[in-house]
């Protein structure tokens, strides 16, 4: 058995920062043994964002030099909100309230910034180990007392391979859980201690690719954000380009998954965005280097759960720490770090959520609270409870405003007739900067051994059938990773294409999908998104 | 027993592009990994320990960052290893590269020769193949390459099979050697997280040509024949016939027969 001081589960902004701010703020000859592991190949792996990042985060974290080092190649110069109606038509709004603007912000890969504060922590001494899954936790007279490593080495039968790793027990006086977006451990210990927020968490499937344009057309650190078409009225979508250097672009696309039509595809949805108008604008004469997708958990203040258990406190996207207005969460998830770490220093593990709740991440998401809520009813509300959070500071509406349904999952309506045929006939045609769902996942790195169990379980075989009949098996719609299909009659499930999103977790509307952990060092290979 | 396993850290070239207008590597983004042909020549050893007890030191040749090859050696149950790092050999060819790694072999074995050298087949960057035979002609060590399996037996012969274009070929033996080693010799041990927060620890040797006692005309650039005069991509692959037949066998095997008639390939 392992012992260490802390274990941090997952490598990403939060968890590094947990590690950094633990070694850093520790007084000499008292530093605490940090472990950080990550089911990724190597840190950052994993790591997907848009991502203009609000520096706020690195306050408190990093130094003035150490920040002016960061693998960032642009910063924004200029930013535009438009609101896209058709294809061929959009407007730039002409006005934003301050508090949306992210001008000067640095505009970069997470997954590089990721691999810097990686490299950092361990300069600090905290010990970062990748390829490893955190499959359970270990619990003991209602404390969390460490956790333990997945097996390797099974076969597709889960029979013992010549080279079998077994599981590994870590013992830790406080564990740490930065798993983001719908970590499995996260979700199974707010389901099992009772620790949701007010309303469930709700996500959407941001989709994004890297895509390289030529030199002299386009301007490092231009940004838009869009919002609207093709997401109709009810549904909380929104896309943007950011041009990350002269000849990068990134273009990502965001569906809230609370939609309601099985036949919504998210992917064709990135793709009817990208053909866009507003969008070609930027990405003319390009082609598309990387891909990669991830759920983000948008619900916000409303949202978010109880972030401490005994033993055990969960930081960043995990605890739903997200501006859901500016769609923004990396400087909560580094300060949710830095407040993690005072707290295991004070050696008061209860202290987490007051320290949290002091933080400006926190009180902007608490200015916002009732921004997401609305967008679900219809855009309009939505647009108006956000400028009516920012006209008052957040105080009106002081009650919690209403949404629609409490689970994502619950929420889709029969298959009509017609309505896929109608879907696929909208499909825009490919290209360089339009590859098809197979391309893409190509390009995303992804790679998972294939004599291995597969890690995407069904529940109950006959469940899919009668979802096949009421709603047409959305799974092979909603995954960007083309993971299902309907192949002679039945569910197949290609898991190696898997990008970890947990859109399938999330959407199934049976809830029939379990998502486990697939060998240590599998999934994505990130290195620019 | 003492086996020495040479390991390469390389580009990631599943990654790698070329410019095609400078014809040269793009690495950005390129993460540099342990060259795939490698994982089996320290499983292939790690076994020899498991068997008759062999001490396992792993060594590599490159900048400082190479060193992670070493510790994951050592995380999956290698004994030592040492880094062969200096500006000095910056720019060696494989004649470079197998001298100063002769060198540095017998610096690490008190200037006699261990019982087995082990290489994989070739690296994926330049898939020359060269150094581990070039390697035993300076340790003046007998050669087999593509090793498919490898016995030893209690007196200290080993009898291996290699695999050659047209069938396979055994072996009969006695220590030292040099082998190089395939895919299908074994498949790779994971590490276990115990063992990679040990090997984190170790302090990993650096050997630079004072260290390896190199001639210094025999190294790096210097010591280099081979020029490279241009790089250029292979011309790209049209792509092949796509047939659609999901849903339809039938008419995907009449759709492959058509095309193989045409090529005259069946009649």
């Known amino acids: 058995m392992i012992e260490t001081d802390v274990l941090v589960v997952g490598a990403g902004p939060a968890g590094l920062a947990t590690a950094i701010a633990l070694r850093r703020k520790a007084a000499d000859g008292r530093k605490p043994r940090v472990v950080v592991l990550d089911k990724g190949r190597s840190p950052g792996s994993h790591v997907l964002s848009g991502a203009i990042i609000d520096p706020s985060g690195f306050k408190g974290l990093l130094t003035d030099e150490e920040v002016a080092k960061m693998p960032v190649e642009a910063h924004v110069v200029k930013e535009s909100f438009r609101s896209i109606m058709l294809p061929k038509l959009s407007v730039k709004i002409p006005w934003v309230p301050p508090m949306m603007s992210s001008k000067t912000f640095p505009v970069a890969s997470l997954t590089k910034v990721t691999q810097y504060l990686a490299q950092i922590a361990a300069r600090e001494g905290a010990e970062v180990y990748t390829g490893y899954a955190v499959t359970d936790l270990v619990e003991k007279d209602g404390r969390i007392v460490g956790a333990k490593t997945g097996e390797k080495g099974l076969d597709k039968n889960g029979r013992r391979k010549s080279n079998y790793l077994p599981s590994e027990e870590i013992r830790a006086k406080a564990t740490v859980l930065a798993e983001g977006g719908c970590g499995i451990l996260t979700e199974r210990l707010i389901a099992e201690k009772g620790l949701q927020g007010v309303r469930s968490q709700t996500y959407a499937v941001g989709i994004k690719e890297l895509i390289e344009v030529p030199a002299g057309t386009q301007t490092a650190g231009e940004v838009m954000h869009t919002f609207g078409y093709p997401a109709d009225f009810t549904t909380y979508g929104g896309g943007f380009t950011y041009h990350v250097s002269e000849t990068q672009v990134m273009v990502g696309y965001a569906y809230a998954l609370d939609y309601r039509r099985p036949e919504i595809d998210p992917f064709r949805l990135f793709r009817r965005f990208k053909a866009t108008a507003a969008v070609q604008r930027h990405i003319k004469g390009g082609k598309t280097v990387a891909y990669g997708a991830k759920v983000i958990p948008e619900g916000g203040f409303y949202s978010a759960p109880k972030p401490y258990y005994p033993g055990c406190l969960i930081v960043g996207d995990g605890a739903g720490l997200l501006d859901s207005l500016r769609i923004k969460g990396v400087h909560i998830a580094l300060q949710s770090g830095v407040c993690a770490a005072e707290a295991i220093l004070a050696d008061d593990l209860a202290s987490y959520e007051t320290r949290l709740h002091a933080t400006s991440g926190w009180r902007e998401m608490k200015r916002v609270r009732n921004v997401r809520a609305p967008f679900s009813i219809a855009m309009p509300f939505g647009v108006m409870a956000a400028g009516l959070a920012w006209a008052t500071f957040g105080r009106i509406p002081w009650f919690r405003l209403p949404g629609l349904g409490e689970s994502d999952a619950a929420e889709l309506e029969e298959l009509k007739p017609g309505r896929l045929e109608r879907e696929a006939a909208n499909d825009v045609p490919s290209g360089p900067a339009m590859p098809d769902r197979l391309t893409d996942v190509f390009m995303s790195g992804t790679i998972h051994e294939e004599d291995q169990p597969c890690h995407l379980k069904i529940k109950d075989p006959a469940r899919c059938e009668e979802c096949e009949r009421r709603f047409g098996s959305p799974c092979t719609r909603f995954c960007p990773a083309e993971v299902y299909r309907r192949d002679e009659g039945r569910l197949q499930i290609d898991f190696s294409n898997c990008l970890h999103c947990k859109t399938c977790r999330i959407k199934c509307p049976c809830g029939n999908i379990d998502w486990t952990f697939p060998q240590g060092g599998d999934g994505p290979r990130y290195t620019r998104m | ?267």
């Open chain 2, 1 to 267: 027993m003492h086996v020495v396993v040479c390991m390469k850290q390389v580009p990631d070239t599943t990654n790698v592009r070329i410019n095609p207008e400078t014809n040269t590597l793009m690495r950005e983004g390129v993460e540099s990994i342990i060259n795939p042909f490698d994982e089996y020549a320290p499983e292939e050893a790690l076994r020899l320990k498991d068997s008759c007890g062999a001490r396992v030191t792993v060594v590599t040749m490159g900048p400082p960052q190479a060193a992670v090859v070493i510790r994951e050696a050592l995380a999956r149950g290698a004994d030592d290893g040492a880094l062969v790092s200096s500006r000095a050999f910056g720019g060696a060819d494989t004649l470079a590269t197998s001298y100063t790694l002769s060198m540095a072999i017998r610096k690490l074995c008190g200037g006699k020769t261990p019982d087995l050298v082990l290489f994989g087949k070739q690296a994926i960057d330049g898939d020359t193949a060269q150094v581990g035979p070039g390697v035993s002609e300076f340790l003046e060590v007998p050669l087999v390459t593509y090793v498919k399996s490898l016995e030893v037996a209690a007196d200290g012969a080993y009898r291996v099979t290699t695999v050659m274009d047209d069938g396979e070929q055994v072996v009969e033996g006695r220590f030292p050697a040099v082998m190089t080693v395939l895919k299908e010799a074994a498949v790779p041990r994971f590490a276990p997280l115990a063992g990679w927060m040990a090997a984190a620890k170790a302090k990993i040797e650096v050997l630079d040509e004072k260290a390896v006692d190199a001639d210094p005309i025999r190294i790096g650039l210097k010591g280099s024949p081979t020029k490279v005069v241009t790089i250029f991509p292979p011309p790209v692959k049209g792509g092949g016939e796509k047939i659609d037949a999901r849903g339809d066998g039938e008419k995907g095997a009449k759709a492959i027969a058509a095309f193989l008639q045409k090529k005259g390939l069946v009649k």
